[in-house]
């Protein structure tokens, strides 16, 4: 770690040590570093794209892939989108930890991977769902991600024969509404609002941060987002290692 991150982890310490309520809000970079790829960055799903498929990421994970060419869609899906070896990296475990103290009161994540649960996390808002919950589009029959997974072509339901799909929200669907208040709740009645491992570019997640009226926003990305200029602390490093050095 740069020295100067070191400084800047140990001011963001000083700072969560007289706090009360502390969000996280995070992105695809929060799991990078547990082997899952992001969108935008060099080695990302939106790189691979035109090489391995012939179409962009957004048209093979959306709502009009999924009913127009489900086979197409599924196949994307598992090879690009399920990670059944994950585990929880020390960004996951170090919010998890920042929990038990009382002083974190909720994570908000864009990911869909189910880790920080996994990594003990107990309140947690998936703005985009999760791969770990499935369901039959028709009688609303739940499924394990194994199902899915395990699957030829297009995955059906054992009771009705409908199509079983990802509890996860699609390009041209949105957002679940009741998730999304909640989130902005949190967000607002914080005192401390620390991002991490996202681009705060992909709406409408991005413009939670807008809801947020604390004095200590903190950014821990390797790349500027929008909202760097109204950040107390801006740290160009990895999630994992910033968040799990101010938790020791």
Known sequence: MKPENIEKANTLKNILSVSKRVVFFGGAGVSTESGIPDFRGTNGLYAQDADNYGMPAEYLLSNTCLMREPELFFDYYRNAMLYPNAKPNNAHRALADLEKTGKLTAVVTQNIDGLHQLAGSKTVFELHGSVKRNY?????????????LNSKGIPRCEKCGGIIRPDVVLYGEGLDNNTFLQAELHIE??????????????????SLINAYRGNH????????????????????????????????
């Open 189 to 206: 009645r914080a005192d401390v609002l620390i991002v991490g491992g996202t681009s705060l570019v992909v709406q409408p997640a991005a």
């Open 136 to 148: 039959c589009s028709l009688c609303r029959d739940k499924y394990p991600p194994d199902h899915i």
């Open 217 to 248: 926003l903190v950014i821990i990305n390797y790349s500027p987002t929008p909202y760097d200029r109204y950040a107390e602390l801006v740290i160009r490093d990895s999630v994992g290692d910033i968040l799990s050095e101010i938790c020791q």
